[in-house]
């Protein structure tokens, strides 16, 4: 049985839900959730984003063999040693995937081809173009241009046999699909997709095709999320907008609980909110209703209903997606099994001074460009109200102002969590 929200807060140092930071957040989810158990076996092309369930053993070394980096003339490196010119005589050639079975002495080489497997005894390569003609067909080579072994590929210098070419937990991108198709194999283990079930709350939220009205706005937010786990490569179940009345919100839990390993809402979470949703969090599930100091995002819910992990956002359309990569992302690639969760942040140099409170962690949208010297430049979007989804489409990443950080002066160092990556 999992930790319930008063085991897990009990073993956190100074957890306060009125008054949680950011890392509480991240420390406090890393409790609550684990990894999902089920795994499936998939074609290589298939696996790209799943995440590796085992650890991938290679059944071969890559390269197979000692090989040539270039085009040119095998030798055996030794001769190298004396320090000066080499005059040697071709006496066969190598071709990739056509091995030359004879044997070269001192004097002689081999002309080879790029990939080709390195004659017995020849251990160094001179590249075509280093080379210079010499008497009755011969080749010259220059002294001091190469040492022993230079352009040769050792064998299993890229993987080796035996050993773990990939390890469980790996999120598999392109270069590890290449990776895995390199040492034969057409079929990995990997976890499950995590289905994810979202509904966005609140009476004034419009579905699209319903006529507009006085005080009412079109649901971003579903679109949204909708984008940021197609993006994690999770199953969807959209759920709709759900009106603000008991028995439709408590239908909407109760489906989304029976069919999804997580729940997202948004909306309903803030403090006063005239409506249901808390009321119908607190009593289907075991959760906890935090002030996190943040900025945006302030009001999240987090627990459990029925077997589901609850994550109930706040409504701001910005506050939805920054909780959603600060806390709810890292979160549940570790439902998926994954081994790195937190974003990599990288630093720029703000281009302006910046207004900071300690005592919260700010996430400003800011655009990164290259500065005329060459450094990563940050600028704020302006506008940074939390409804202002504009600014995270105009914005290339999230200024993180962390938690003890004060005013920022231009130019000083700021980290950046850039979306290439995270959406
Ligand atoms: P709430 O957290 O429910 O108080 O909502 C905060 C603000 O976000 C309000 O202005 C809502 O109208 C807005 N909001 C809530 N849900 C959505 C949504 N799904 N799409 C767009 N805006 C929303
Ligand atoms: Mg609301």
């Known amino acids: 049985m999992s930790a319930t929200i008063a085991e897990i807060a009990a073993q956190l140092q100074g957890y306060d839900p009125q008054a949680l930071s950011a890392e509480g957040v991240g420390a406090f989810l890393a409790k609550l959730v684990a990894p999902v158990a089920e795994t499936e076996t998939v074609g290589v092309l298939d696996a790209l984003d799943r995440v590796l369930a085992a650890d991938l053993v290679s059944p071969l070394s890559v390269p197979p063999h000692d090989n040539s980096a270039m085009d040119g003339y095998a030798f055996d490196g030794a001769q190298l040693a004396g320090g000066s010119a080499l005059e040697l005589e071709v006496v066969g050639t190598a071709l990739a995937g056509q091995a030359w079975r004879g044997t070269a002495a001192a004097g002689q080489c081999v002309k080879i081809m790029t990939g080709a497997i390195m004659p017995a005894g020849l251990d160094t390569v001179v590249p075509q173009e280093f080379t210079k003609a010499g008497a009755d067909g011969r080749i010259v080579i220059p002294a001091g241009l190469l040492a022993a072994g230079d352009n040769r590929r050792l064998k299993g210098e890229d993987l080796m046999q035996g050993q773990p070419a990939l390890r469980a937990g790996e999120r598999l991108a392109p270069a590890a699909l290449g990776l895995i198709a390199s040492l034969g194999i057409?079929?990995?283990?990997v976890q499950r997709r995590l289905r994810v079930a979202y509904f966005s709350t609140g009476d004034e939220i419009l579905s699209l095709g319903e006529a507009p009205r006085e005080g009412a706005v079109y649901d971003s937010n579903r679109y949204t999320v909708h984008g940021l786990l197609r993006r994690l490569g999770c199953e969807v179940i959209d759920l709709g907008v759900i009106r603000d009345q008991p028995a439709l919100l408590e239908a909407a839990f109760t489906d989304a609980a029976a069919r999804a390993d997580a729940i997202i809402t948004s909306g309903g979470v803030?403090?006063?909110?005239?409506?249901?949703?808390?009321?119908?969090m607190k009593k289907l599930g075991d959760v906890a209703f935090w002030k996190i100091a943040m900025r945006p995002g302030r009001p999240m819910a987090v627990g459990r209903i029925g077997r589901s992990v609850l994550f109930g956002l706040p409504g701001n359309p910005v506050a939805v997606m920054v909780t959603f990569l600060a806390f709810v992302r890292p979160a549940l690639l570790r439902m998926m099994g994954a081994r790195a969760t937190e974003t990599v942040l990288l630093k720029a140099h703000s281009a302006e001074a910046l207004r900071k409170k300690p005592g919260r962690t700010e996430y400003q949208r800011g655009t990164v460009t290259r500065a005329a010297d060459g450094s990563l430049q940050v600028r704020t979007t302006g506008n940074q109200g939390s409804g202002v989804?504009?600014?995270?489409?105009?914005?290339?990443g999230l200024i993180v102002l962390h938690h003890a950080q004060g005013n920022v002066a231009a130019g000083e160092e700021v980290d950046v969590m850039m979306f290439d990556g995270a959406i």
């Open 186 to 189: 057409a079929e990995v283990e």
């Open 270 to 280: 803030s403090v006063g909110e005239a409506d249901f949703t808390k009321a119908m």
């Open 389 to 396: 989804l504009s600014s995270m489409v105009q914005a290339n």
